[in-house]
């Protein structure tokens, strides 16, 4: 089945105009001109843009049933404390019916492919069953080394997360690297997220140390104080090109040159940072130092919508650092890679899954793609097409 529109963006370098891409048996066989075809065996999708899904790098579909139960305004010591509280009234039911409603909201905002994060251990059931792709993450925290998930591959693949330094123990988050690593996985970690959390690091004291004695977490062999959180994991040596940290409101500059250094994927939740701490992450010091970075949401507990376009809308909005098409590219290819899947999702050059989404909007020209992508309203003008598609 071929398809048209007056746009097509292949991925951010290549943009067709009355182009088409070709989809057989859910695969992209190729693109070109709609000139050189027969138009008789093309579904013209109309005078909009096609684009790739979009990819969500940080999710915890598992906190959907919490979406409007948590305050935003009391500080993020404060709503961790409330989340833990509520999460521990849900039943199972009721976390599992958030979780197929969040899928539902991702694929119907043009979300093909997420990385989880789950400490429940719930949502790749879902996951599977709703043919949405990925990674799910299974994180840890504390002090256990007791590992016990299996790094099998399905439609999603299972890796590891450690939840954060300052929340898991050094050892432990050794181990879940070392395991993604012999496993070729990529590995995920909250970091440089909250005041708490550097003040920690740094200190070894402070709020967040009497909140772990509380919760029962032996930190007494962890080796606190340090520089920060970003030069802690790199003496853990954590830090490379298949490790994605996530947030960074509170990385330096020589925080970000440690990552750069290290090729660590960058993964960004601009609204779920503002919603908790008011604070966002140093976006000029990351285009400086021209790092690439991908976007995630977080939860429906810190964040009003999964949708990755709404998260591109704000990133413009708050920051005219970035190009339309640097955004782009962060909800699409970045983030594929940052989870190892490049070569299926983030572009519809040949070999990749054959969804995308047709976008009914109108440029003028290939400047104006990008800009009308990223910070037009979309809730009622879009298409998701998969391979499933019927037409």
């Known amino acids: 089945m071929r398809h048209s529109a007056k746009w097509i963006v292949i991925d951010s370098e290549t943009i067709l105009e009355n182009g088409y891409i070709t989809v057989e048996k859910g695969i992209i066989t190729d693109f070109g001109s709609v000139s050189t075809l027969n138009t008789k065996n093309i579904v013209d999708h109309g005078d909009g843009v096609i684009i790739p899904t979009l990819v969500n790098t940080h999710t915890h579909l598992e906190l959907s049933s919490l979406k409007n139960k948590i305050s935003f305004k009391s500080g993020f010591q404060h709503w961790v404390k409330e989340l833990i509280s509520e999460r521990e009234k849900l039943t199972n039911e009721c976390i599992d019916v958030g979780i197929q409603n969040a899928i539902d909201e991702l694929l119907q905002s043009g979300t093909s492919t997420i990385g989880e994060i789950s400490s429940l251990y719930r949502s790749n059931k879902y996951m599977n069953e709703r043919l949405i792709s990925g990674v799910f993450f299974k994180e840890y925290l504390g002090n256990d080394l007791n590992v016990d998930c299996k790094l099998i591959s399905s439609q999603i693949f299972n890796s590891y997360a450690g939840h954060a330094p300052h929340t898991t123990s050094p050892e432990l988050l050794k181990k879940l690297k070392f395991e993604t690593t012999r496993n070729n996985k990529p590995y995920s970690i909250h970091l440089s997220e909250s005041y708490d959390e550097t003040e920690f690091i740094k200190h070894g004291k402070g709020k967040w140390a009497d909140f772990l004695i509380e919760r029962g977490i032996d930190f007494s062999s962890w080796p606190v104080p340090s520089r920060s959180p970003v030069e802690y994991l790199s003496k853990l040596d954590i830090l490379d090109t298949k490790t994605m940290v996530v947030h960074l409101i509170n990385a330096d500059l020589k925080d970000f040159k440690i990552l750069k250094d290290n090729e660590c994927k960058i993964c960004l939740c601009p609204r779920s940072n503002h919603n908790l701490h008011r604070k966002l992450p ?16 977080d939860s429906l507990a810190s964040c009003e919508t999964l949708s990755i376009f709404d998260e591109m809308k704000y990133l413009g909005e708050v920051t005219n650092i970035f190009s339309p098409k640097t955004i782009f590219k962060s909800a699409t290819i970045n983030g594929a890679k940052a989870l190892g899947l490049e070569e299926q999702y983030g ?35 879009f298409k998701v097409l998969s391979p499933d598609t019927t037409l």
Request: charged share 25%; with cysteine; hydrophobic share 40%.
């Open 282 to 297: 140093e976006f000029e010091l990351i285009y400086n130092l021209d790092l690439e970075f991908c976007l995630g949401t």
């Open 347 to 381: 572009d519809l050059k040949p070999k990749s899954v054959g969804s995308f989404i047709y976008l009914d909007l109108e440029a003028e020209n290939v400047n104006a793609v990008f800009d009308k992508i990223v910070n037009c309203d979309f809730s009622k003008s």
